[in-house]
C-alpha cells in the first residue's frame, strides 16, 4: 500500500493503525514471529511467545543492512522483523535507492537470503509493506489551501526517486487528501 498526500493528511495515522485491525496471530505465525525476534536478541524466552503483529518504522535513515539485514553477525532486518506484521515506510522517496531495491526480492518471495563468506541464513520476511510520501518535495502539490512551490521537473525528480519495479510490487496507492477544519 502506498498512501500519498500533503504533510498532516493522516498518512502515518493510518499506517499505525493497520497493524490493530489485522487478525490475530496464529500459533504457527506467532512461532515464526518469535523465533525472529529471538534471532535478533529483541525476545525475552521468559516471556512465550509473541501475541501481536510487529509494526516496524524504520527511519528513512536506516542502512541496507538494518533494512534487509545482515552485518557481522546476520542478523534480521526490519522487514524480517515485520514478518507476519506491517512494514511502514514513511517518505519512502528519502530512503536511499539501494536500501529501497533490497526490499525487492523479500517482497516478492516472502523471504531474504543473506550470504556472507561463513555462510548463507534465510529469514523470513513476509510482511505488510505500508509506505507514505508527499505528492511532490514541498508536500502541497493539489492542497486546497497551501501552494505548492516545486517546479515540474523536481516533482518529476522526487518521484523518480522510487523505483518503477518497487512500484510494480504495490498493490494499491491510495490518495490521502487533506481535510479542512471545516470538513472535520
Known sequence: LLMVGAPGAGKTMLARRLAGILPPLTREEAVD??????????HDPQ?????????????????????????????????????????????LPEF??????????????????????????????????????NPCPCGY???PEKACRCSAASVARYRARVSGPLLDRIDALIEVPPLTLAAL
Open 96 to 133: 536511499s535507492r539501494d536500501v529501497l531495491e533490497a526490499l525487492r526480492q523479500p517482497l516478492e518471495e516472502g523471504q531474504i537470503v543473506i550470504s556472507r563468506r561463513t555462510g548463507t541464513s534465510i529469514f523470513p520476511a513476509d510482511c505488510t509493506l505500508v509506505a507514505a510520501m
Open 33 to 42: 514471529v518469535t523465533r525472529v525476534w529471538s534471532a535478533a536478541g529483541l
Open 47 to 91: 516471556s512465550g511467545l509473541m501475541e501481536r503483529r510487529a509494526f516496524r518504522a524504520p527511519h528513512h535513515t536506516a542502512s541496507r543492512a538494518a533494512l534487509v539485514g545482515g552485518g557481522a553477525a546476520l542478523r534480521p532486518g526490519e522487514v524480517s522483523l515485520a514478518h507476519h506484521g506491517v512494514l511502514f515506510l514513511d517518505e
Open 141 to 143: 502539490l493539489g492542497h
